[in-house]
Nanobody, 121 residues
Framework: QVQVEESGGGLVQAGGSLRLSCAAS????????MGWFRQAPGKEREFVAG??????TYADSVKGRFTISRDNAKNTVYLQMNSLKPEDTAVYYC????????????????WGRGTQVTVSS
């Protein structure tokens, strides 16, 4: 069983920045693919960014604004969000992919409860 917990959400003005953190348990964290997803009210959950030993990948809507990174020594993955827009408002979820891919199509096995990000115009 892998525990996943997000933190760092909040309220920010358009154009501002936030950094989300995601702590995951497990002795083999470095082998996990990790992903960030988001779900806005009335919309389906969507992939935002993923990371694995192969590298990182992003949704087109966040490319150039968001950066995913990880610190394997701390079992933590981050999502740096810059130039935030009101349409980025959503609950952001972190997930662990034990198969190691960390892609939008990956079978994520464990999910956090989410953290709210609200961007005001």
């Amino acid at each position: 069983q892998v525990q996943v917990e997000e933190s760092g959400g909040g309220l920010v003005q358009a154009g501002g920045s936030l950094r989300l953190s995601c702590a995951a348990s497990g002795r083999t964290f470095s082998s996990y693919g990790m992903g960030w997803f988001r779900q806005a009210p009335g919309k389906e959950r969507e992939f935002v960014a993923g990371i694995s030993w192969r590298g990182s990948t992003y949704a087109d809507s966040v490319k150039g604004r968001f950066t995913i990174s990880r610190d394997n020594a701390k079992n933590t993955v981050y999502l740096q969000m810059n130039s935030l827009k009101p349409e980025d408002t959503a609950v952001y979820y972190c997930a662990a992919d034990l198969s190691g891919h960390g892609r939008n199509w990956s079978p994520y096995d464990y999910w956090g409860r989410g953290t709210q990000v609200t961007v005001s115009s």
